[in-house]
T-cell receptor, first 110, second 111 residues
Framework: KNEVEQSPQNLTAQEGEFITINCSYSVGISALHWLQQHPGGGIVSLFMLSSGKKKHGRLIATINIQEKHSSLHITASHPRDSAVYICAVSIIQGAQKLVFGQGTRLTINP | KAGVTQTPRYLIKTRGQQVTLSCSPISGHRSVSWYQQTPGQGLQFLFEYFSETQRNKGNFPGRFSGRQFSNSRSEMNVSTLELGDSALYLC??????????FGQGTRLTVV
């Protein structure tokens, strides 16, 4: 069993829909990261959080440390949000040794 | 502020050869980490360098090595290349304990 599990693996939705991607982890962590990867490979860090909730534009990330679970929400989804979203955890305080989920491929149709 | 720069972007090598990839971090970032991404295994941690010292290492064979220079630039080397080493190699830099900024990656193809 992977230490970081994401669901769903694939998600197709219509423009404007509210999107939720889930991440569960089984190890102790110092932080959780949500990353976005577009075709071509480049990865962008969306959020780094260790508790509570963070919001940036139409993106919201939450984490429940007791339940070892995080969610990434996208409100008013747009075709440009189509990408692979990756959950990753830092397992050592202050270090960048990340353990990754398998990613969620999101497609938003116009 | 310039981002993380990886060179080269694309590389084709023959089995048995060796390869060196370069990563220039964001100015002021002393932590550089390397990752391998393949369709089968996804993203996996290779190693992390901080202030010229390898701080953490992933579960990869000794053919994979790296180093970091005094200006925080980092290189990774893969010797005796195998077909299975074909992958996207990503590096990321960060301030201590903060979010990671990724480069565009080097796509290595071993033939």
């Amino acid at each position: 069993k992977n230490e970081v599990e994401q669901s769903p693996q694939n998600l197709t939705a219509q423009e404007g829909e509210f999107i939720t991607i889930n991440c569960s982890y089984s190890v102790g962590i110092s932080a959780l990261h949500w990353l976005q990867q577009h075709p071509g490979g480049g990865i962008v860090s969306l959020f780094m959080l260790s508790s509570g909730k963070k919001k940036h534009g139409r993106l919201i990330a939450t984490i429940n440390i007791q339940e070892k679970h995080s969610s990434l929400h996208i409100t008013a989804s747009h075709p440009r949000d189509s990408a692979v979203y990756i959950c990753a955890v830092s397992i050592i305080q202050g270090a960048q040794k990340l353990v990754f989920g398998q990613g969620t491929r999101l497609t938003i149709n116009p | 502020k310039a981002g993380v720069t990886q060179t080269p972007r694309y590389l084709i090598k023959t089995r048995g050869q060796q390869v060196t990839l370069s990563c220039s971090p964001i100015s002021g970032h002393r932590s550089v980490s390397w990752y391998q991404q393949t369709p089968g295994q996804g993203l996996q941690f290779l190693f992390e360098y901080f202030s010229e010292t390898q701080r953490n290492k992933g579960n990869f064979p000794g053919r994979f090595s790296g180093r970091q220079f005094s200006n925080s630039r980092s290189e990774m080397n893969v010797s005796t290349l195998e077909l299975g080493d074909s992958a996207l190699y990503l590096c990321a830099s960060s301030l201590e304990g903060s979010e990671a900024f990724f480069g565009q990656g080097t796509r290595l193809t071993v033939v």
